[in-house]
C-alpha cells in the first residue's frame, strides 16, 4: 500500500519570501504521478503541480517548483515570492499508474497549513 | 466549461436519517471518484465509478453506504442513518477517461447533530 507523509503540520512565511513544504511517499510502484494540490479557506481543491515519476526534470509552474527526489522518495514544494493570495492547506498526494492507464485514485497526506504574512 | 457541481454546499441531518449528495461532473468527463475529508486530516479514497459501473469501492465503508453514477444525472453518495462520524466534507472529482488530472468540486459538509 502507498503511503503519503507530511510532516509540517504548519508553516509560516513572509510576503515575497521562499518557503519549501515538505512530502515523502512510500511505494513499491515504478511508475506514479505526485501532485500538490492547494485548499483555501473556500475549500475548492486546487491542483499546484504534477510530477510524473519518470520524467527526471523537476516540474515548475510559474513561482511554484518541486524538488523530486526518486530514490529517497521525495516530492518537496517551494513557492517564491510567497503572495498574500498562496496561505492555504497544502496537500502532497500519490496516484498510481496501472497497465490500463491513470487510476485517478489520489492518496493524499495530511496537509501542511501555510500562513503568508504580510 | 461548468467545472465540478456539489450539492448541496452544506447538509445538516439528525442521526439516523439519510444523507444524499450530488456531483455532476465536467462536461466530457465520464469518471467520478468520491472522497472523504475529516477534521484536520487528508482527503480518503472512497469509491471509483464510471457511468453505470463501480470500479472501484476499497474505501467505502461495508455498510450504510452506497454510491452510483447513473446513465443520466449526477453521482450519488448515500449515507443511510447517518451517526456523528459521518460529519465530514464530502469531495467529489471528474476525469475523462485515461485522463491524468482529477477537477475537484468545492465538496459537501455534513454535519450529523
Known amino acids: 500500500a502507498q503511503t503519503v507523509t507530511q510532516s509540517q503540520p504548519e508553516m509560516s512565511v513572509q510576503e515575497a519570501e521562499t518557503v519549501t513544504l515538505s512530502c515523502t511517499y512510500d511505494?513499491?510502484?515504478?511508475?506514479?504521478?505526485l501532485f500538490w494540490y492547494k485548499q483555501p479557506p473556500s475549500r475548492q481543491m486546487i491542483l499546484v503541480i504534477r510530477?510524473?515519476?519518470?520524467?527526471?526534470q523537476n516540474a515548475t509552474e510559474n513561482r511554484f517548483s518541486v524538488n523530486f527526489q526518486k530514490a529517497a522518495k521525495s516530492f518537496s514544494l517551494k513557492i517564491s515570492d510567497s503572495q498574500l493570495g498562496d496561505t492555504a492547506m497544502y496537500f502532497c498526494?500519490?496516484?498510481?499508474?496501472?497497465?490500463?492507464?491513470?487510476?485517478?485514485?489520489?492518496?493524499f497526506g495530511t496537509g501542511t497549513l501555510l500562513a503568508v504574512q504580510p | 466549461n461548468a467545472g465540478v457541481m456539489q450539492n448541496p454546499r452544506h447538509l445538516v441531518r439528525r442521526r439516523g436519517q439519510e444523507a444524499r449528495l450530488r456531483c455532476s461532473p465536467m462536461?466530457?468527463?465520464?469518471?467520478v471518484y468520491w472522497y472523504r475529508q475529516l477534521p484536520e486530516e487528508g482527503l480518503k479514497f472512497m469509491v471509483y465509478?464510471?457511468?453505470?459501473?463501480?470500479?472501484?469501492e476499497s474505501g467505502m465503508p461495508k455498510e450504510r453506504f452506497s454510491a452510483e453514477f447513473p446513465k443520466e444525472g449526477p453521482s450519488i453518495l448515500r449515507i443511510q442513518q447517518v451517526v456523528r462520524g459521518d460529519s465530514a466534507a464530502y469531495f467529489c472529482?471528474?476525469?475523462?477517461?485515461?485522463?491524468?488530472?482529477?477537477?475537484f468540486g468545492q465538496g459537501t459538509r455534513l454535519t450529523v447533530v
Open positions: 472529482a471528474s476525469s475523462r477517461r485515461g485522463g491524468t488530472e482529477a477537477f
Open positions: 511505494t513499491s510502484e515504478s511508475n506514479y504521478y
Open positions: 510530477q510524473e515519476a519518470y520524467k527526471q
Open positions: 498526494a500519490f496516484m498510481k499508474i496501472t497497465a490500463g492507464g491513470a487510476t485517478n485514485k489520489l492518496i
Open positions: 462536461k466530457g468527463h465520464s469518471h
Open positions: 465509478l464510471q457511468k453505470e459501473n463501480i470500479i472501484d
